[in-house]
Structures are given as structure tokens and as C-alpha cells.
């Protein structure tokens, strides 16, 4: 086995300047999520060059793909995630530059080896992560991608390296309220203020906050209201979300919403219409497979922080794959008190250091997948757990 990971780091670092090339060109052409041509193309043509078999599009999605390389011999089917949309006005302020390289990297890495190993390996491309319905992932797993699959991984760049990091649900809900228009000065009495209505809905789960657990969280964008100043709009919408650290609680957060919108409607008068969007599900971590990861990456000399007691609680819908099979996914630090989603974060994530971490966590991940598939009783270990939790 020790000869099997020492061909792996000597190949990383034979392909290090494609991978760089690859993580430089992505990071320098950001693209929002369903719109990543160039940073999908150019994953495409790499792992072709090096002998994978290339599905484009899958689910549905042009900017999807599934790069395999096969054995002849039968064994597990261990994946890599590629994740590479960017932030609107941000770029890659949460390091998905950094994601598909190190997916790309252990993807190639254990190309050298599946032939003696048996099974295979894919790399999936899985747009649009930053969308909170409906995303990428959620699309392949409806497409069924994912059913022949023993292990998931991705790891993701962060402030600090940490094994797990709670990851919570999220559901959304947009609300859309019609009125009556009228002149706000000359008139008022004859309109029926749609404005009302949202600001009604936004006060209500202003109140509602305080009766909801510490592990809860709502937030609420989009506004959009119509008419002049001087008129009384008959037009109002908004999307709200809501989260915590269970997918249960999540839904019944959602169906609190909903109400509110309905008591905002009844107070104004004015008609609504509303739409429940399925959403981000909470992350299902599997300590085995968190605790291989960890013995590997510390190979590299990588010390493994401890989680905050409060907040860093985001969501992903690499959520939604975990509850299908069973996953990894850690977090590599690429800088000191970087927060995912500022501009000090997406500088961070276009720097040679935070590619060197990259580099790193990709070779654990390689390294993690072989440990799997040289010994059966691990990976039965991974499925236990993931059948027991």
C-alpha cells in the first residue's frame, strides 16, 4: 500500500503545472451557476487527455458532466466532486476554483492505479452548488447518477482544516402579492397595498425568530416592488429561506412562513401566491470515512483544527447526496480568518498557497479512495455506518 500512496504523490506532482493552468484559468473566468462552459470545458478536455470516458451533458444539464476510467476487474466505484460556479459580483469567493482542482487532481491520480486496483473512478462535474434549490447535484440525483455509486467525495477550502462542519437545510419559499394601485396622495383609500403585505410578512417572521431553536436561521432578499413613490403598488415579491441543522425542522420553519404570508394577505386584502421550493438537505457525515481522510491528510503533516463551539454553519447540497450515499467532506485551510462569500475570500482562493492546499487535500482524498479499495472491510465499515445513521 505504501508503494501504491508513494505513486500517487510522485504523480500529483507530475501533473502539478496542469493542475495549476487548470486552477488559474477557472478562477479567472468565473461563471454563475448553469453558465460554467469555459471552467466545465476545460475540466472535460483534461480528463480525456488522460484516458477517461467522458459523459456531457448529464442531467439535463449542459454544463454537467461524468468522466469514468474502468478496470476490467470488479470493486467499488469511488467518485470525486467537481464544483466550479461562482458568486455573482464576487468571482470565487467560496474556492470552487479550488474544489474542481482538487477533485481534477485525484481523479488523475488514481487513474495510475485503478487498473491494479479494480472497480473505478469517476470525476462528476456538478454545476450551479451556490443555488439553493434545485441545484446541480439535486438534478443529478433526480437523473439517477449517483445509483451506482459506493463513495462520494469533495473537499472544500475554508479558514481552517476541519473534518466535518455542521451543514444545515435549507428551504425556500418565494411569495408574489397582488393589490390595487392608486394614487398615494389624492386616493390612498381606494388602493390596496401589495408593499403592505411583504412588509406585513417580513414582521411577522421578525416575531417569530424569537420562538424558534438556536440552531435556526431566516433570511430573506429579492424585494421587489412596483410602481412609483407617489402610488400605492399593487405588485410585491420576495424569496425566503429558512434553515437548521435537520432537515424535519427545516419543513415545519417553511410551513411557519407560509402562515405568515397568509396573515399578511388576510390583513391587506391583498391576493397571494406562493411557491415552496424542496431545498438543501443537512449534511449526513460518516465518521469513517471522516477518519481516514484524517489519518491521510495528517501523512502530509496537515494539523486538524477544532470546529468553533458557534456559527460557520452554511449549507451545500452535497447535503442531499449524502443522505443517497455515503460521503466525504472536508475542509482545507487556504488562509487566517477568511470567511467564505467576501472578497477577502476569493483573493485568498486565486493564491499559490491556497492551490499548494489543494494539492494537498486532493492527494488525501486519492489516497482515502485506494485505502478503500485495497481493503473490503473499510469500505463495509463506511456502509455499515451509513445504514446505521
Known amino acids: 500500500m505504501d508503494e501504491i500512496k508513494n505513486k500517487i504523490r510522485q504523480w500529483s ?35 480525456e487527455k488522460h484516458g477517461f470516458k467522458i459523459k456531457n451533458p448529464v442531467g439535463g444539464m449542459e454544463t454537467a458532466f461524468q468522466a ?31 474544489i474542481a482542482t482538487a477533485a481534477l487532481g485525484a481523479g488523475l491520480a488514481m487513474s495510475q492505479v485503478v487498473p491494479s486496483l479494480g472497480g473505478k473512478v469517476s470525476v462528476i462535474g456538478t454545476p450551479a452548488e451556490e443555488v439553493l434549490s434545485n441545484s446541480g447535484k439535486m438534478r443529478l440525483l433526480a437523473a439517477g ?67 424558534l431553536r438556536q440552531d435556526a436561521r431566516m433570511h430573506w432578499g429579492d424585494l421587489k416592488i412596483s410602481g412609483a413613490k407617489n402610488v400605492i403598488p399593487d405588485a ?14 427545516t419543513r415545519g420553519m417553511r410551513e411557519k412562513v407560509i402562515n405568515c404570508i397568509k396573515g399578511a394577505s388576510l390583513m391587506t386584502g391583498c391576493s397571494m401566491k406562493y411557491e415552496a421550493l424542496e431545498g438543501l438537505r443537512a449534511m449526513k457525515y460518516n465518521q469513517f470515512l471522516n477518519n481516514l481522510f484524517g489519518e491521510n491528510i495528517r501523512y502530509f503533516g496537515v494539523t486538524i483544527d477544532e470546529l468553533p463551539q458557534y456559527g460557520m454553519a452554511g449549507s451545500t447540497d452535497m447535503g442531499n447526496v449524502s443522505k443517497v450515499v455515503p460521503s466525504l467532506h472536508p475542509f482545507f485551510k487556504i488562509g487566517d480568518h477568511v470567511v467564505p462569500h467576501t472578497v477577502e475570500f476569493q483573493e485568498a482562493s486565486g493564491t499559490e498557497a491556497a492551490f499548494e492546499a489543494a494539492l494537498i487535500a486532493s492527494q488525501a482524498m486519492a489516497i482515502t479512495a485506494i485505502d478503500l479499495f485495497a481493503n473490503s472491510e473499510l469500505l463495509e465499515n463506511v456502509r455499515k455506518e451509513f445504514k446505521k445513521t
Not at 17 to 26: D, F, G, P, Q, T
Open 13 to 47: 506532482n507530475t501533473i502539478r503545472n496542469e493542475l495549476s493552468e487548470v486552477n488559474r484559468y477557472i478562477f479567472n473566468h468565473p461563471e454563475i451557476g448553469f453558465q460554467e462552459k469555459e471552467s466545465s470545458q476545460i475540466l472535460i478536455e483534461v480528463l
Open 236 to 249: 410585491s415579491s420576495a424569496t425566503i429561506c429558512v434553515r437548521s441543522s435537520t432537515d424535519e425542522y
Open 68 to 98: 469514468t476510467i474502468s478496470s476490467n476487474v470488479e470493486g467499488p466505484h469511488i467518485v470525486f466532486l467537481a464544483e466550479y460556479d461562482a458568486l455573482p459580483g464576487l468571482g470565487h469567493a467560496c474556492g470552487h476554483n479550488l
Open 145 to 211: 447518477i449517483f445509483n451506482d455509486i459506493d463513495v462520494a467525495m469533495i473537499v472544500h477550502p475554508h479558514s481552517k482544516t476541519w473534518l466535518d462542519k455542521p451543514f444545515l437545510a435549507v428551504e425556500e419559499v418565494s411569495v408574489f402579492f397582488t393589490g390595487k394601485s392608486s394614487h398615494a396622495a389624492s386616493s390612498p383609500h381606494i388602493g390596496v397595498n401589495a408593499y403592505d403585505a411583504v412588509q406585513l410578512t417580513f414582521i411577522g417572521l421578525s416575531f417569530l425568530r424569537q420562538q
